[in-house]
């Protein structure tokens, strides 16, 4: 029998289907990669105690909101560390930051860009790394910021203005800014409206949990939708935190409002909440709002406007909350309300004296109910107080009042309530009608162990 010869379409065709299964192999490869990199990242050495149950939670999809992330290698390989979020032509963005006098070269792009007129008809994307922190970088820093900038604008077909990026980590290295663009293409392909927890993944550091919120309402029989995911664990504390949050609705908003809304609602959650007193210079909070709902919000003073803030509240609340309870090493979330004071400034900054201090952090995670630390904040708070008018409450149980402790007040009543994993300091200056409420951690050695070898 004679041997059949192979034809040269029939090479070409066999030549076609290898270069197929070739592109395929690569794919299940780089999915493989990126797969173990989000298993590792999902999997820290220890799960805060204070993590919701359930894991990160099945968020609503944004319509105009695509996510990717990928592993660049910015400090470690073999983990997702960095994202990319693509929105919408047609919406709108806002943001708040540090106030640190050593803000970030990410931080200050962003600042410079929201400052400026915007043209938001080709879209806009936001990138953040994990890593570095791309802070305290001098000039280089800035030029990272702007390669990264180029290079997704290219790529994404959108101006340069309209990208805005995030970096967080260790301060004070140079960002190895070609390693993330080296992966945008990555990212653009792994771009997925569903991909909103492999972008929470990648911009974790010290975080043992990615941390997700969302809520929706209904206006006029339309259904609203906001969404977001923040990181932050350590260098907690006002103004804002060590803590990158990323927040979208489908609501249709001009950007001036948005801002107004976001910055008013960030002054009672993001800015109420305290790890170790410490502000970062990356703290970067931004909300875009793709309007494609297609419900208009009609400005902060309006019924819609004031629906709107109270939702998007309600999620910058529990991430808020969430963050805190992601606090190195923490074991209790605490609630501290403060009441009665001079004013709302005084408040806070009696509630904050209490939130800070490392005697009462300390005596919190040791389950002691030490109320005499608590007054000890108080007077140094700078606030004015009143020995004698001074009441204090673990919870619902009266501790102090009158300048004494309570007749009714058991050491064995503070100790058992110290042992819940959530706890309520309240103290009532009875000077005014001033108040403030701001949430903490308690303070303990697992901190310490994190911190003291963190660049290691």
Known sequence: MAKETETPDKVVNADAR????????????????????????????????????GGFPVLPLIE?????????????????????????????????????ATRSAPVLDCQAKLAGPLDNSKGFAILVNSGNSNAFTGRRGDGSVKAICQTTAKAMNIPEENVFTASTGVIGQPLPHDKITNVIRDLQADLDVSHSERAALAIMTTDTFPK????????????????????????????????LVYIFTDALIDQPDLQQIVSRQNKTTFNAITVDSD???????????????????????SKTGRAFAAALG????????????????????????VSGATSK???????????????????????????????MAVGKSGAKADRDLLRISFGDILVAENGWVSPDYTEEQGAA????????????????KGQATVWTCDLTRQYITINADYRS
């Open 18 to 53: 290898i270069a197929e299964l070739e592109k395929k192999l690569s794919r299940l490869r780089r999915k493989l990669k990126a797969k173990r990199g989000e298993l590792k990242a999902i999997k820290p050495a220890k799960i805060s105690p204070l993590a919701p149950e």
């Open 314 to 337: 309600q999620v910058m609340r529990e991430l808020a909350h969430l963050v805190i309870k992601d606090g190195e090493g923490a074991t209790k979330f605490v609630e501290v309300n």
């Open 212 to 243: 997700a919120a969302s809520v929706e309402f209904v206006v006029d029989g339309k259904t609203v939708t906001i969404a977001g995911f923040a990181k932050g664990s350590g260098m907690i504390a006002p103004d804002m935190a060590t803590m």
């Open 64 to 100: 105009g909101v695509r996510f990717g992330a990928a592993m660049a290698g910015v400090k470690s390989a073999d983990r997702l560390d960095v994202m990319l979020a693509e929105i919408a032509p047609g919406s709108s963005i806002a943001g708040v930051f540090t106030k640190s």
């Open 279 to 301: 502000t970062s210079t990356s703290d970067t909070l931004m909300v875009a709002a793709t309007g494609k709902s297609g419900v208009k919000i009609a400005g902060p003073a």
């Open 345 to 375: 400034p005084a408040a806070a900054k009696v509630a904050m004296a209490i939130a800070n201090s490392p005697l009462v952090k300390t005596a919190i995670a040791g389950e002691d109910p030490n109320w005499g630390r608590i007054v």
């Open 417 to 432: 309530y110290m042992k819940n994993p959530e706890l309520q300091i309240n103290v009532d200056l009875d000077l005014g």
